[in-house]
């Protein structure tokens, strides 16, 4: 069984950072891609970057220049670093990873931004 587990999230005002962290435990091995998606009230969910394996990321355009993703693969986690924040990114974020083909979700966090 796999355990993904997310925190960091809070309430902030418009220009401030906060950090994710995502944790994936359990019958896990190997892990390949990690990231992170959102989900704002009314709206479709959103990716929002990907680290792969080998540390090559990729980012959504709306945050591209302002997150900053990371991972440290002995801990099996996954960072999301939030800087410059705006009322827009208002949402619940949740992560992924990958390992042999299968993906498995965190059941997410709510990142709250204030104007």
């Known amino acids: 069984q796999v355990q993904v587990v997310e925190s960091g999230g809070g309430l902030v005002q418009a220009g401030g950072s906060l950090r994710l962290s995502c944790v994936a435990s359990g019958s896990i091995f190997s892990i390949d891609n990690m990231g992170w998606y959102r989900q704002a009230p009314g709206k479709e969910r959103e990716w929002v970057a990907v680290?792969?394996?080998?540390?090559?990321?990729g980012y959504a355009d709306s945050v591209k220049g302002r997150f900053t993703i990371s991972r440290d693969n002995a801990k099996n986690t996954v960072y999301l670093q939030m800087n410059s924040l705006k009322p827009e990114d208002t949402a619940v974020y949740s992560c992924?990873?990958?390992?042999?083909?299968?993906?498995?979700w965190g059941q997410g966090t709510q990142v709250t931004v204030s104007s």
């Open positions: 680290i792969t394996s080998g540390g090559s990321t």
């Open positions: 992924y990873t990958v390992s042999h083909g299968v993906d498995y």
